[in-house]
């Protein structure tokens, strides 16, 4: 039986994973669709909703009388709060985006539309991600130097093994908004982003969007002063570069086009031949 346009559930309450392609397919031709002032102002938005979830992450950070591992789970439950806000308050966040693929692979939009949309939706997330960084630097402290170690520890990683890492992230972050997409309430949204986050930050994988809080934000305390730390602008790009490609990888190709192929593949030839 073909899958029609109204994605439909065979289990309580809750779709089941080809209606949630089809509906994914539906909100990436939404995006798509978007125009280019609306999509940078909510991609700043994003880039804002996830350094608020980063800088609510530093505060269990700045803790140093916690457990490695309580650090970890708290940090992860805390950030979660940026992705939460993404999918329940709307706003256009890159690694999420990545789940439009799937549009140009069922043919409902063009692959130059997509690009020009990832290129808005990261130049957004970018400058809402600065603004904010800049915002909080005047925070110092204990916050700071929590700050200052977080960055640090993404500088100092290989290449190769950041993007790696990136790959991963954004598998747990897609796979968040995937099942975020087929929510039908706010309480939905809140647990199809909590533990994908939870798991990404706790097992110290990288996120671009939030790196380009990370970074920028370290680079400003120790330029003005109200931290120290030996991070530079040529270990932010080297970083953001594998995250931002990594991240990529991981969203497109893990569960984007992983998802169609199982899903929207069988449907699209099935309209071709019809």
């Given at each position: 039986?073909?899958?029609?346009?109204?994605?439909?559930?065979?289990?309580?309450?809750?779709?089941?994973?080809?209606?949630?392609?089809?509906?994914?397919?539906?909100?990436?031709?939404?995006?798509?669709?978007?125009?280019?002032?609306?999509?940078?102002?909510?991609?700043?938005?994003?880039?804002?909703?996830?350094?608020?979830?980063?800088?609510?992450?530093?505060?269990?950070?700045?803790?140093?009388t916690l457990p490695f591992a309580a650090t970890q789970l708290l940090g992860g439950f805390s950030f979660a709060l940026g992705l939460f806000l993404i999918l329940a308050a709307g706003a256009e966040l890159f690694t999420?985006?990545?789940?439009?693929?799937?549009?140009?692979?069922?043919?409902?939009?063009?692959?130059?539309?997509?690009?020009?949309?990832?290129?808005?939706?990261?130049?957004?997330?970018?400058?809402?991600?600065?603004?904010?960084?800049?915002?909080a630097s005047a925070n110092g402290g204990a916050l700071g130097e929590a700050a200052v170690a977080v960055a640090e520890g993404k500088v100092a990683l290989e290449w190769?093994?950041?993007?790696?890492?990136?790959?991963?992230?954004?598998?747990?972050?897609?796979?968040?908004?995937?099942?975020?997409?087929?929510?039908?309430?706010?309480?939905?949204?809140?647990?199809?982003?909590?533990?994908?986050?939870?798991?990404?930050?706790?097992?110290?994988?990288?996120?671009?969007?939030?790196?380009?809080?990370?970074?920028?934000?370290?680079?400003?305390?120790?330029?003005?002063?109200?931290?120290?730390?030996?991070?530079?602008?040529?270990?932010?790009?080297?970083?953001?570069?594998?995250?931002?490609?990594?991240?990529?990888?991981?969203?497109?190709?893990?569960?984007?086009?992983?998802?169609?192929?199982?899903?929207?593949?069988?449907?699209?030839?099935?309209?071709?031949?019809?």
């Amino acid at each position: 039986m073909r899958l029609t346009e109204k994605p439909s559930s065979s289990y309580s309450g809750a779709m089941t994973p080809a209606s949630m392609e089809l509906k994914n397919e539906r909100v990436a031709e939404t995006k798509a669709g978007t125009d280019v002032v609306s999509a940078l102002v909510l991609s700043m938005l994003a880039g804002v909703f996830i350094s608020m979830g980063a800088t609510f992450m530093l505060v269990v950070k700045s803790d140093a009388t916690l457990p490695f591992a309580a650090t970890q789970l708290l940090g992860g439950f805390s950030f979660a709060l940026g992705l939460f806000l993404i999918l329940a308050a709307g706003a256009e966040l890159f690694t999420g985006n990545c789940l439009m693929v799937m549009g140009p692979l069922a043919g409902r939009f063009s692959w130059g539309r997509l690009l020009t949309s990832w290129a808005v939706v990261l130049l957004g997330n970018l400058l809402g991600s600065v603004l904010a960084a800049d915002v909080a630097s005047a925070n110092g402290g204990a916050l700071g130097e929590a700050a200052v170690a977080v960055a640090e520890g993404k500088v100092a990683l290989e290449w190769g093994v950041a993007f790696f890492r990136a790959v991963l992230c954004n598998l747990l972050v897609c796979l968040a908004v995937w099942v975020g997409h087929s929510a039908n309430s706010v309480t939905d949204k809140f647990f199809s982003a909590l533990l994908p986050v939870m798991a990404f930050m706790a097992a110290g994988f990288e996120h671009c969007v939030a790196n380009m809080f990370f970074l920028p934000y370290a680079l400003m305390l120790q330029a003005t002063g109200v931290a120290s730390g030996a991070v530079d602008l040529a270990g932010a790009l080297h970083n953001l570069s594998a995250a931002t490609l990594g991240n990529l990888v991981g969203g497109v190709v893990l569960v984007g086009a992983s998802y169609w192929f199982v899903y929207g593949r069988s449907r699209a030839e099935g309209g071709k031949r019809g």
